[in-house]
């Protein structure tokens, strides 16, 4: 019955997980996922989190969510996208639900947007983090893609960019990363962004903004948001996915939110409706747990002032890593720039390692990366980094 089913390819990111843990060689490294490590290599579980458990502990019953989730943690999140004080949440024109994780908010939008907007196409970035095309695939809405990243510079390819938002189809739908692009580490300065946002008005574009990195970027998540506020200034109607896998270390607990802001109340509700119903074939509702540490969080003055510090103390370590890592290799004499190291932000550095080199920092070193050549710089500390570097210049130099 079965016996035409070929196995699946290996997933690019997760598949380097798995062949990471199946390495016995004690020097192995895992620079490959985007998950958050402290500076011994340990995955963090955060004191707001733990104190939001202790809690919810004795508390918690195990009824079902509603179909489009906890209604508290989609009123904190909104906030954190959209602004504390946003009009548009005080006139409920935000169509939300819970999601599961920031894959699960791309993945219901992708849906909706074949079910209701079945003629359109999203235009994703090159290069963008490989799931984005899977998601969108397996929703059936047809991809392009647009210019994003300029490999000779190891930055944003502004020009490129601004011309492939003119050139798409008015009314055309975008994927953006609202800040700390993965898997490049580049984003638009705030001005690029105003000029962004600008050209999607003239255009009438939509933008789909992925938010699953808020506060990697800056250390701040208020800051983070900018790139969203721009375009809530000026007037557009967008989509937002958010996750805490990362800004909260909930990876496993996959709590999320998609946003969709409408023309009014009575459209909003209508969304919100559709996309519980999309929800409801696939997983019914969301799950609780993680909505209700979330929750907790942001609703307690002093538990989101302990989140914020520990968030910006994960981002400023990362930072330390980046310096750290350039200056290893500066040091050993790699002719090569690494300037972009320092220069790219949030959690990835694009490091511009061909796909052989990655082959040989695994088999040579058991330096576990995705062959794109991008470096989870969470996953580097103060033990690994003379290794890494070391491992580097010997696979970069001519
Ligand atoms: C990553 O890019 O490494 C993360 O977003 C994890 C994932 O699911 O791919």
Redesign the pocket.
């Known amino acids: 019955l079965f016996g035409h089913v070929e196995p699946a390819p290996k997933d690019p ?2 598949g380097v997980t798995e062949a990471f843990l199946a390495d016995p060689s004690p020097d192995k490294v895992n620079v490959g ?3 958050y490590r402290d500076d011994n290599g340990k995955p963090v579980v955060l004191e707001c989190v733990r104190e939001a458990e202790r809690r919810i502990a004795g508390n918690l019953n195990m009824e079902y969510l509603p179909m489009g989730g906890s209604i508290k943690m989609i009123e904190e999140s909104l906030k954190l996208a959209y602004g504390e004080d946003s009009d548009f949440i005080k006139d409920k024109r935000i169509a939300a639900v819970q999601a599961l994780s920031g ?1 699960g908010a791309c993945r219901l939008f992708a849906d909706f947007q074949r079910r209701f907007l079945p003629n359109s196409q999203i235009y994703i970035p090159t290069p963008t ?1 490989s ?1 984005h095309h899977n998601i969108w695939r397996d929703a059936q809405v047809p991809q392009r893609t647009f210019t994003y990243y300029h490999p000779e510079s190891r930055g944003l390819d502004f020009a490129g960019l601004m011309d492939d938002i003119k050139n798409a189809p008015n009314g055309s739908f975008f994927l953006l990363h609202a800040c700390a692009h ?1 898997p490049t580490g580049v984003d638009p300065t705030e001005e690029q962004w105003r000029e962004i946002s600008y050209q999607f008005k003239i255009k009438n574009h939509f933008p789909f903004f992925d938010m ?1 990195y808020q506060g990697f970027a800056s250390g701040d998540p208020e800051r983070d948001a900018k790139a969203i506020r721009i375009f809530l200034e000026d007037g557009h109607q967008i989509g937002c996915a958010q996750s805490y896998a990362k800004n909260m270390g909930l990876y496993g607990q996959r709590a999320g939110c998609l946003s969709i802001l409408c023309e009014d109340e009575m459209q909003a509700v209508s969304v919100k409706s559709q996309l519980q119903q999309i929800a409801r074939p696939m997983y019914s509702n969301p799950p609780v747990h993680g909505a209700l540490v979330v929750s907790i969080i942001l609703n307690d003055p002093e538990l989101k002032s302990l989140w914020l510090k520990e968030v910006k103390g994960m981002a400023d370590r990362i930072i330390g890593m980046r310096k750290a890592l350039r200056e290893n290799l500066e040091g050993l004499g790699s002719p090569l720039s690494w300037d972009h190291i320092t220069n790219q932000i949030g959690m990835f550095c694009y490091s511009g390692i061909t796909p052989e080199q990655v082959d040989r920092l695994t088999n040579e070193y058991h330096i576990y990366m995705t062959r794109n050549g991008r470096i ?1 710089m969470a996953g580097v500390t103060t033990g690994n980094v003379a290794y890494l570097a070391n491992a580097i210049h010997e696979v970069t130099k001519t």
């Open positions: 990111i997760l996922v985007g998950a894959t983090w799931n993965n699953a989870s």
